[in-house]
């Protein structure tokens, strides 16, 4: 008498791996990345060891090397600042401005800055930086 | 034609999943590839510029004791920090405000930078100040008269 083997089923590939993996890597996308608007134009601040933790919220002016500006990621001249900034301030109860200067940007287009924001109803205004690289390890 | 000695049992049916996974997955990995395409990853730090402490109205006015202990800082255009027109380096100037503290605690210090100075320059003043553990700093400018 022949007796056949019986065929194992191959159990099918589990899809709950897969949207595992994905989630995690969802959240983490989430938790690390800043959401911030990119300036229309390079921004390398300066460096500093001594800065502070970034605060969230607020609003981000963006200062190139040239000395052009950008509120929140969108380009404005010099004379439309004060209203764009005013209309930000407006729309929320945050009164934080990052100043996020190009390290070479002319201290003339920067310092004036802080006193024009301080003006328009800003009460804390922060230099943004970028830490030091740690010495290479011997 | 049925045999009417027999019978059939009919097999049920699975039922059918209510909710398909297949488009929560396609909506996970859109969102996925936006936050991996949109993120950026600059480890930012903050210096403050203007605090809610310094709102002029509220502050206590600050006695004239010790006003012999101001040090004032300049700035040139080519982002040299100088003091009595000396021009100093970063290590310097640092060990330069170790030292005056230590004469006096209460030591404050102004810095006048040249509008031609780049914002590395004031930065990196202010970082060696604070590293000299300086509290009472200010940044000054020049402004034209009406």
Known sequence: ?138 | MQDPGTFSLARHRPPKALISLVPMIDVMLILLVFFMVTSTYLNLDMIPAVKRADDPSQSVPQSTEGAGTTLMIRIGADGIPTLRGVGMETPALEALFIDRLQSSSALRVLVLPSGAADMQALVSVLDAATRAGVTNLRVVRLEVAE
């Open chain 1, 1 to 138: 008498m022949k007796l056949s083997r019986p065929v194992t089923k191959q159990p099918p590939e589990t899809i709950v791996a897969l949207i595992d993996v994905v989630f995690f890597l969802l959240v983490f996308f989430m938790l690390i990345g800043r959401m911030d608007a990119t300036a229309p134009f390079d921004v390398s601040p300066p460096t500093a060891a001594t800065g502070a933790d970034m605060p969230s919220g607020g609003i981000t002016v963006s200062v190139s090397a040239e000395g052009d500006l950008a509120v929140d990621g969108i380009a404005v001249d010099d004379s439309a600042l004060d209203s764009r900034v005013e209309e930000r301030l407006a729309g929320t109860s945050e009164t934080l401005v990052r100043i996020n200067a190009h390290r070479d940007a002319e201290l003339r287009h920067v310092l004036p800055l802080v006193t024009r924001l301080e003006a328009l109803g800003a009460r804390d205004v922060v230099l943004v930086v970028t830490p030091e690289p740690a010495p290479p390890v011997r």
